[in-house]
T-cell receptor, first 111, second 112 residues
Framework: DGGITQSPKYLFRKEGQNVTLSCEQN?????MYWYRQDPGQGLRLIYY???????QKGDIAEGYSVSREKKESFPLTVTSAQKNPTAFYLC??????????FGPGTRLTVL | GESVGLHLPTLSVQEGDNSIINCAYS??????FIWYKQESGKGPQFIID?????DKRQGQRVTVLLNKTVKHLSLQIAATQPGDSAVYFC???????????FGRGTSLIVHP
C-alpha cells in the first residue's frame, strides 16, 4: 500500500520537553509538508521541504524544527520554545500536480 | 496574504438530499483547486480536483464547479449519506507555487 504514515497517533509532552513527530511516505514524492490544525481553524503551514536536505519555514515555524535527510522521511520536532503546542499535527506530501496527500495525524497534548 | 474562505461553517441536511458546499478564493493566479473531506480525528482525504481551464468536473456522487469570474468554487454531493458527515474544505494552488492555501472548512451534518 502506498501512503503516508505518522506516529505516534497520540503524544503527551511535559513542560520544557522536546518531542519528535514521525512522518514517512512511500509515494516517491519530492515535496513534504507539516501543518498544524487547531479547532475551528484552517491548516497552518509549519515547514515544508521540496527536496532532500532542503526545507523552508512556513507561516508558524517558531518553536519547531525539521530535518529531511531522506526522501521518505520528514520528522518534526516540537521544542520547548513552542509555548502552545497542543494541536493536531498533519504531515503531507505532494504529487505530480501538487495535490497534497495527508497522513492520519498526531494529536499532541501538553501536560 | 490572500486566503480561501467558506460561506457557511455548518450545513445540516437530511439523508438523501443533495448538499452544496461553497468556497470563495481571492488569488486570481490560482490554477488548481482541490476539495478535501476530513472526518473527526483523521487526516484530510482528497475528494476531487479541478484545474482552471475547466468549469465542471464530476466524480462519483460529487461534482465540483468553478466560476473564475467571481472566484467561486463549489462542491455538490448527490444523495447525501450519513457517512458523508465530515468537515469539507477547499484548497487553492497558485500557479508555480508548492504551497496551497486552505479554507477553514464547512462541517456537513447528515441526519438519517
Amino acid at each position: 500500500d502506498g501512503g503516508i504514515t505518522q506516529s505516534p497517533k497520540y503524544l503527551f509532552r511535559k513542560e520544557g520537553q522536546n518531542v519528535t513527530l514521525s512522518c514517512e511516505q512511500n509515494l516517491n514524492h519530492d515535496a513534504m509538508y507539516w501543518y498544524r490544525q487547531d479547532p475551528g481553524q484552517g491548516l497552518r503551514l509549519i515547514y515544508y521541504s521540496q527536496i532532500v536536505n532542503d526545507f523552508q519555514k512556513g507561516d508558524i515555524a517558531e518553536g519547531y524544527s525539521v530535518s529531511r535527510e531522506k526522501k521518505e522521511s520528514f520528522p518534526l520536532t516540537v521544542t520547548s520554545a513552542q509555548k502552545n503546542p497542543t494541536a493536531f499535527y498533519l504531515c503531507a506530501s505532494s504529487g505530480l500536480f501538487n495535490e497534497q496527500f495527508f497522513g492520519p495525524g498526531t494529536r499532541l497534548t501538553v501536560l | 496574504g490572500e486566503s480561501v474562505g467558506l460561506h457557511l461553517p455548518t450545513l445540516s441536511v437530511q439523508e438523501g438530499d443533495n448538499s452544496i458546499i461553497n468556497c470563495a478564493y481571492s488569488n486570481s493566479a490560482s490554477d488548481y483547486f482541490i476539495w478535501y473531506k476530513q472526518e473527526s480525528g483523521k487526516g484530510p482525504q482528497f475528494i476531487i480536483d479541478i484545474r482552471s481551464n475547466m468549469d465542471k468536473r464530476q466524480g462519483q456522487r460529487v461534482t465540483v464547479l468553478l466560476n473564475k469570474t467571481v472566484k467561486h468554487l463549489s462542491l455538490q454531493i448527490a444523495a447525501t449519506q450519513p457517512g458523508d458527515s465530515a468537515v469539507y474544505f477547499c484548497a487553492e494552488n497558485p500557479g508555480g507555487s508548492y504551497i496551497p492555501t486552505f479554507g477553514r472548512g464547512t462541517s456537513l451534518i447528515v441526519h438519517p
